[in-house]
């Protein structure tokens, strides 16, 4: 039931894009996003639900793709501030109370 | 400030001596989880709450126990604390609508057991 991300890690010099997946092999009804820096605790990004409504970051963006129970998250001109472990989290169809999140992509990004 | 506050934040115990560890949230939040981080493994829900007096168990509930007494409090009990629990344990907090929302974590607690 644990989504998959995609890729494991990745190093970005600052400046560059980055591409995050999150695949599920359930029905979605929403998916979380969340990113955690080193010793601190996941901080809230963004939440996509079934049906296109969107709410979180405005330098972060993401898709949604029902059909295919994926989501991706893009990471554009990539800060410094963006290194951190980021963690997908998914809501199921019928199973609207749990939020299940995936083992977590690292971005490193240089100078 | 609005914040989920967890204690202890270090713990070290042994193997069979039970432990508590406390949440509370000033947020009024229907909705509070607990969950454990382990290195490669994500965070893995332990138990979650959606209001006073209801709770259920999340993908990794073994050895642990949770009540919801009061809409602020919901304390993490481990009964017979064994080695393999040895983790970092966080707490959150959600605005209850028709699916979880947004979550606010605590600072976590990191737990030895020897």
């Known amino acids: 039931q644990q989504p998959v991300q995609s890729p494991q890690a990745v190093i970005l010099r600052e400046g560059e894009d980055a591409v995050i997946n999150c695949s599920s092999s359930?029905?979605?009804?929403?998916v979380h996003w969340y990113r955690q820096k080193h010793g601190e605790a996941p901080v809230f990004l963004m939440i996509?639900?079934?049906?296109?409504e969107q709410k979180g970051h405005d330098k972060i963006s993401a898709s949604f793709n029902e059909k295919k129970q994926q989501s991706s998250l893009y990471l554009t001109a990539s800060q410094l501030s963006y290194s951190g472990t980021y963690f997908c989290?998914?809501?199921?169809?019928?199973?609207?109370?749990?939020?299940?999140f995936g083992t977590g992509t690292l971005l490193a990004v240089q100078p | 400030e609005a914040q989920v506050t967890q204690n202890p934040r270090y713990l070290i115990t042994v193997t069979g001596k039970k432990l508590t560890v406390t949440c509370s949230q000033n947020?009024?939040?229907?909705?509070m989880s607990w969950y454990r981080q382990d290195p490669g493994l994500g965070l893995r829900q332990i138990y979650y709450?959606?209001?006073?007096?209801?709770?259920d168990k999340g993908d990794v509930p073994e050895g642990y126990k949770v009540s919801r007494k009061e809409k602020r409090n919901f304390p993490l009990i481990l009964e017979s604390p064994s080695p393999n629990q040895t983790s970092l344990y966080f707490c959150?907090?959600?605005?209850?609508?028709?699916?979880?929302?947004?979550?606010?974590f605590g600072p976590g607690t990191r737990l030895t057991v020897l």
């Open positions: 709450s959606m209001n006073v007096e209801v709770t």
């Open positions: 959150a907090s959600s605005p209850w609508g028709r699916y979880p929302n947004e979550q606010f």
């Open positions: 996509l639900l079934k049906g296109g």
């Open positions: 359930k029905a979605l009804y929403s």
């Open positions: 947020m009024n939040h229907e909705y």
């Open positions: 989290g998914t809501v199921m169809g019928g199973a609207t109370n749990k939020l299940i």
